[in-house]
């Protein structure tokens, strides 16, 4: 199974940007669908971006539409979440999630999170 590891988090002014990155390691990177879920506190993990193996195909949660990209780069195993106009309500816990299938399951792999805090 791909290991994955997030890196970009911060504390950044709302208003502000912040990049993530997802990187991979250990099986063959193309052949996983990923994706970007957030946890706020005392709130379940939501899904925020998708993106296909390929990267042709992507997915946004309207709440994000507009402000947020999501991109990989399969040559450098990564994956990129770019975030601008931060708001509060963007606070939270940014984990990568990777699976071969089209459902992010039990079986899909996980990072171990980035923290990312917006003030106001």
Same mark, same amino acid.
């Given at each position: 199974?791909?290991?994955?590891?997030?890196?970009?988090?911060?504390?950044? &002014?709302?208003? *502000? +940007?912040?990049?993530? +990155?997802?990187?991979? +390691?250990?099986? %063959?990177?193309? !052949?996983?669908?990923?994706? @970007?879920?957030? &946890?706020?506190? *005392?709130?379940?993990?939501?899904?925020? %971006? !998708?993106? !296909?193996?390929?990267?042709?195909?992507?997915?946004?949660? =309207? +709440?994000?539409?507009?402000?947020? $990209?999501?991109?990989? =780069?399969?040559?450098?195993?990564?994956?990129?979440?770019?975030?601008?106009?931060?708001?509060?309500? =963007?606070? *939270?816990?940014?984990?990568?999630?990777? $699976?071969?299938?089209?459902?992010?399951?039990? =079986? %899909?792999? @996980?990072? &171990? *999170? !980035? &923290?990312?805090?917006?003030?106001?």
């Amino acid at each position: 199974q791909v290991q994955l590891v997030e890196s970009g988090g911060g504390l950044v &002014q709302a208003g *502000g +940007s912040l990049r993530l +990155s997802c990187a991979a +390691s250990g099986r %063959a990177f193309e !052949t996983y669908n990923v994706g @970007w879920f957030r &946890q706020a506190p *005392g709130k379940e993990r939501e899904l925020v %971006a !998708t993106i !296909t193996k390929s990267g042709t195909i992507t997915y946004m949660i =309207d +709440s994000v539409k507009g402000r947020f $990209t999501i991109s990989r =780069d399969n040559a450098k195993n990564t994956v990129y979440l770019e975030m601008n106009s931060l708001k509060p309500e =963007d606070t *939270g816990v940014y984990y990568c999630s990777g $699976t071969e299938s089209l459902l992010f399951g039990p =079986d %899909a792999a @996980w990072g &171990q *999170g !980035t &923290q990312v805090t917006v003030s106001s």
